[in-house]
């Protein structure tokens, strides 16, 4: 098995979905480019589909709220860029 075959996200996948979130909100499609070619460029593609799919169902508020878009924020600007820690045990990119 390769590194790739695991597309379980990671912090990073998660990372890459909340800023994928902020850019499409923002309706910036090169934003929204360059997270998509940066998943694929790592082989990462279906990580961050599961990543963005998680994110709307672990959050306790809606993602457009004024709540969710700063738990976006929060998980895009402050989670690590590379890591291979998964999220497990409770612990969702919306908790504070």
């Known amino acids: 098995m390769t590194d790739h075959d695991d597309q379980t ?26 997270i998509l070619a940066d998943a694929d460029n790592r082989q990462r593609c279906s990580a961050l589909v599961l990543a963005a799919i998680d994110l709307a169902f672990q959050s306790p508020y809606a993602l457009a709220s004024p709540a969710g878009i700063a738990g976006l924020q929060r998980v895009a600007d402050t989670w690590p860029k590379t890591t291979t820690t998964s999220i497990t045990a409770g612990r969702g990119p919306f908790a504070a």
Do not use: E, S
């Open 9 to 34: 996200p990671t912090r990073a996948d998660f990372r890459r979905a909340a800023a994928l979130y902020l850019h499409r909100r923002h309706h910036d499609h090169a934003g929204v480019n360059t």
